[in-house]
């Protein structure tokens, strides 16, 4: 099994910074992709940011310009730096991840899910 642990949600103020991790662990051959999603009440979920193996990233238009996602792979762990946050971007964000658990199995894993709340 691979378990997905997220960290670093909070209360923050408008235009505020905060920086969540995501890391996995278990029984991993490789990671192909790993994801942050939000969901805020009342909404569907939203893929926030993608990051790939090669490194090649990707955001929602919401986010751009202000959301930067990473990865280390050799911690296998992904990090969303999130700046000039706004109180829409309050939700709880949910890691995801495309893992190799064997050569022929890939399978889809999600982490419990952090709450970021931007409040003054």
């Known amino acids: 099994q691979v378990q997905l642990v997220e960290s670093g949600g909070g209360l923050v103020q408008p235009g505020g910074s905060l920086r969540l991790s995501c890391a996995a662990s278990g029984i991993i051959l490789r990671i192909s992709a790993m994801r942050w999603y939000r969901q805020a009440p009342g909404n569907q979920r939203e893929l926030v940011a993608t990051i790939i193996s090669g490194g090649a990233t990707n955001y929602a238009d919401s986010v751009k310009g202000r959301f930067t996602i990473s990865g280390d792979n050799a911690k296998n762990t992904v990090y969303l730096q999130m700046d000039s946050l706004k109180p829409e971007d309050t939700a709880v964000y949910y890691c995801?991840?495309?893992?190799?658990?064997?050569?022929?199995?890939?399978?889809?894993?999600w982490g419990q899910g952090t709450q970021v709340t931007v409040s003054s």
């Open positions: 995801n991840a495309d893992v190799n658990i064997d050569k022929y199995r890939e399978r889809a894993y």
